[in-house]
């Protein structure tokens, strides 16, 4: 599988997660709580990033943001529709609630907390080609491991792809409330980057994290990472390079690596 070449995190697919989060919300609003959050997710496909249906009106809904298209087309109350993505996240989400048709409880300042800083097409259509690659390797990857495997989900609040492996083990975690149950699990993901590191990159966090992980020998440039979380960290740019195999490697490295401690 190749991965197409992308940059440090461009204006481009902060406008894109800026417009991602819009899906998000009326997805949140739309469909039965998950107690995983997997309710406000969203799914890569070749047509973009997309809701699938939800509720709406005593019908169906759905969107979808086509990145090399600059749109979000969706099917509302009257039919089927197309917005523009050439304004500000408040403003096209507006419009998307307006083509919708019916009233959902989404209040569209909340997507004044990321800035649309440009769009160009082009780049949009290559990181939705990034994305795709992403998908269907972790597809590939989370169908061949045993045990429980959670949902693949696109979260629109940090823009990054993710999944877990839980194990039947558990970790007693104190909060607020008092003592709370979590099974031991390992989460793999993509993040377009960020504020800590503004390149692409991919990652793999066991949890809860034993010092002794680091032990575990990780391929070609992948590193375990110690400031600000602790997990295994490898380059979005070494899997342009090596190509889904050494993704594939990275990951069952560290499945395979801590999966032991963890049940």
Do not use: C
């Not at 899906?23 to 995983?36: M, Y």
């Amino acid at each position: 599988m190749t991965y197409p070449t992308l940059t440090d995190r461009s204006p481009t697919v902060a406008s894109m997660h800026a417009y991602s989060r819009i899906l998000g919300s009326i997805r949140g609003a739309q469909t039965e709580p998950h107690p995983r959050w997997w309710h406000a997710s969203l799914r890569v496909t070749q047509e973009g990033l997309t809701t699938g249906d939800f509720p709406l009106g005593g019908s169906t809904g759905s969107l979808v943001l086509r990145p090399g298209d600059q749109v979000i087309s969706g099917t509302g109350i009257d039919g089927d529709f197309t917005v523009e993505l050439t304004g500000s996240a408040p403003a096209v989400g507006r419009q998307v609630l307006d083509r919708l048709g019916a009233k959902i409880d989404v209040d569209p300042e909340r997507w004044n907390a990321i800035e649309v800083e440009g769009y160009v097409a082009a780049a949009a259509g290559q990181f939705h080609r990034a994305l795709l690659a992403v998908w269907e390797t972790f597809e590939e990857f989370a169908g061949g491991i045993i045990g429980e495997v959670g949902r693949l989900n696109l979260w629109p609040h940090h823009f990054d792809i993710s999944f877990e492996w839980f194990s039947d083990a558990v970790e007693v975690y104190e909060e607020e409330d008092g003592p709370k149950e979590y099974n031991k699990q390992v989460g793999f993901g993509f993040s377009p980057g960020d504020e800590g590191d503004p390149q692409p990159y991919f990652y793999a966090n066991p949890w809860p994290f034993d010092e002794a992980f680091r032990a575990v020998e990780l391929p070609g440039e992948a590193s375990w990472h110690a400031e600000g979380w602790s997990g295994a960290f490898l380059p979005y740019s070494s899997v342009v390079e090596g190509g889904s195999e050494l993704l594939a490697e990275f990951l069952t490295a560290v499945f395979d690596g801590t999966r032991e401690a963890l049940s």
